[in-house]
């Protein structure tokens, strides 16, 4: 008896019985017609078979819904931060000091300097690159600009072209540093709570 599509399919799932299968088996290698339907009925069947799917764990499921509750309430709740431009107000490499200039706090040093003065409409920062032995150093001050307090809530940022090369942390006196600085125009980039200050620097002297 010639295979039918119904038997083929039966025998491709495994729903035929046991007893059954081997004389099936038979036949199909003994009959080119029924080799032939078996094989085409076999390719139909792994074109249309689906890979079975399992959901991730538990915990992994319940991990992604934080992520994206957390990234939700981030976007939500982030202000928008204005971004300002300190002009060079001073260069102690083009001319004499501005009268009238805030003084910063550090101490003079005898080591070959150069410093400059930005500012903004609310912020005085100083900053002097110094040369020691064989590399610079930059040290800076964030003052408020009408007020005697200090400025500590901030980080500072140094980038060349698009690339961070370093990051530094304020202290109580609103001072910062970065070593080893390189040759080049740079980015002074200052993240207040609530003003991004941005400014360019060129370390070469």
Not at 82 to 89: K, S, T
Not at 124 to 138: A, C, F, G, M, Q
Not at 152 to 173: C, M, N, P, Y
Request: proline residues 4%.
């Amino acid at each position: 008896m010639h295979l039918t599509p119904e038997k083929a399919l039966d025998l491709i799932e495994l729903k035929t019985a046991e007893c059954e299968r081997q004389s099936r088996y038979d036949h199909i290698g003994s009959c080119e017609d029924c080799g032939f339907e078996f094989q085409e009925w076999s390719r139909f069947a792994n074109l249309v078979k689906r890979t079975h799917l399992q959901s991730a764990p538990d915990p992994i499921v319940a991990s992604a819904k934080r992520i994206c509750e957390t990234s939700l309430k981030t976007r939500e709740t982030r202000p928008l931060l204005r971004q300002v431009f300190a002009l060079i107000v001073f260069d102690s490499f083009a001319e004499p000091a501005q009268a009238g200039a805030r003084a910063t706090l550090w101490m003079d040093s005898q080591l070959a300097s150069r410093r400059v003065l930005l500012q903004t409409d609310d912020f005085d920062i100083h900053v002097r690159i110094s040369k020691v032995e064989d590399h610079r150093d930059l040290f800076g001050q964030i003052l408020p600009r009408g007020s005697g307090g200090f400025v500590k809530d901030a980080s500072v940022h140094l980038q060349r072209e698009e690339e961070r090369i370093g990051s530094a942390k304020l202290s109580t006196l609103g001072e910062f540093l970065f070593t080893n600085i390189p040759d080049g125009l740079l980015t002074l980039q200052i993240d207040l709570p609530h003003v991004t200050v941005i400014s360019a620097l060129h370390a070469m002297y």
